[in-house]
């Protein structure tokens, strides 16, 4: 069964303190792996999208990164802006139904501290 | 108005009640989908349409039924619920053929 899983559930780091999120998955194909922020009570904002082993991409002080088993979000010296909830989701190759459905990870909730 | 709106942002039930949620995309996008998300749970797909045609039903009981009357509307009614539906629940929208999808802010459901 096509599952995602994210670690830590919650992570408190000091402003400044570097750390990295993950997110592993079991798919039977994976089309795409994509990182999501949401802040309370609002819908999650798009990040990264993710396609093959190696991969990397950046904004600010976020990288996230890719191999055959899981993704990690680094985050570098964050502040406290950066405190928010990440969600990790995959997109598979054989869901059957509608092919454009993505599954998620239960998310990390990120508080930075001043 | 940007991207994907939802109306209302809040919303209080009774479990007798019919209600609507509504929401618009303005990304040009040709699919759209409802999800719920509940506390400690990951988001859970519920619909998908596809150039307005349903391709989706995640086993999603009856008394959640989706109307999507063109590509850029979906519309989400509720009748009779059970207290167990509170959740937020996201709209959000795509283009078929790219994955990536784009979510409006939510409606805060709570079923008296």
């Known amino acids: 069964e096509d599952q995602v899983t994210q670690s830590p559930e919650a992570l408190r780091l000091q402003e400044g303190e570097s750390s990295s999120l993950n997110c592993s998955y079991t798919?039977?194909?994976?089309?795409?792996l994509f990182w999501y922020r949401q802040d309370p009570g609002k819908g999650p904002e798009f990040l990264f999208t993710?396609?093959?082993a190696g991969e990397e991409k950046e904004k600010e002080r976020l990288k996230a990164t890719l191999t055959k088993k899981e993704s990690f979000l680094h985050i570098t010296a964050p502040k406290p802006e950066d405190s928010a909830t990440y969600l990790c989701a995959v997109h598979a190759l054989n869901y059957g139904g509608a092919t454009n459905k993505l599954i998620f990870g239960t998310g990390t909730l990120l508080a930075v501290q001043p | 108005e940007t991207g994907v709106t939802q109306t209302p942002r809040h919303l209080v039930m009774g479990m007798t009640n019919k209600k609507s949620l509504k929401c618009e995309q303005h990304l040009g996008h040709n699919a759209m989908y409802w999800y719920k998300q509940s506390a400690k749970k990951p988001l859970e797909l519920m619909f998908v349409?596809?150039?307005?045609?349903?391709?989706e039903n995640n086993s999603v009981p009856s008394r959640f039924s989706p109307e999507c009357p063109n590509s850029s509307h979906l519309f989400l009614h509720l009748h009779t619920l059970q207290p167990e539906d509170s959740a937020l629940y996201l709209c959000?929208?795509?283009?078929?053929?790219?994955?990536?999808?784009?979510f409006g802010p939510g409606t805060r459901l709570l079923v008296l």
């Open positions: 798919v039977s194909g994976l089309r795409g």
């Open positions: 349409y596809n150039f307005k045609e349903q391709t």
């Open positions: 959000a929208s795509s283009q078929v053929e790219k994955e990536t999808q784009y």
């Open positions: 993710l396609y093959s």
